[in-house]
């Protein structure tokens, strides 16, 4: 008979393995990322390009787009006028994010750390708002020290921000680890 024991404990942030897989996501200021990226909508899609080392409007570039919707394209046009818009790739805020403490879950090969998303310098009225009425999971490895993967849901439904009502919310990042300088995107 295989018996499985499964711990849940309190865990301060920044402690333990966290600590390690905290400083992965810690990105320094100095490195920057081109990518590519697919922005999509219920009726249209736009593909582009973003390369730090290019200056002014060709550093973010339309590649491909199909559909019309004006709210897409100002997203777009919003990240595009941003001063580093590579930055959405790292979760260089985490820590704060993540509050004074944690409730880890341990399941075994991962731990499950449930959190009260706290806004940090980096978060805008809408993250604010969110912050408010999301549940946040974030899963660690205890062994290999880093983050799996972060996951925001809405538990139950709510009145939307600017009316109307949010009855599903599901947002997930899959962070991978770059094994020759070990940091966590």
Known sequence: MMLNLLITFTLATGTGPMDSALSATEAPK???AAFTVELKSGTATRLYEFDPRKK????????DHDGDDDELEAVAAAWAAESA?????FPDDLRA????QVLVDDK???WELAFRHTPSRNDGEYDVWAAQRLAATAWLDPVGERFLRIDYTLP????????GTLVRYDQSYFIKTEPRWGMSY
């Open 85 to 89: 818009p590579d930055g959405w790739l």
């Open 156 to 163: 139950h439904s709510v009145p939307g921000p600017e009316g």
């Open 108 to 110: 075994g090969a991962a």
């Open 97 to 100: 994010s993540l509050g004074q």
């Open 56 to 63: 002014g409007a060709e550093r973010w570039k339309a590649l």
């Open 30 to 32: 100095t490195l920057r």
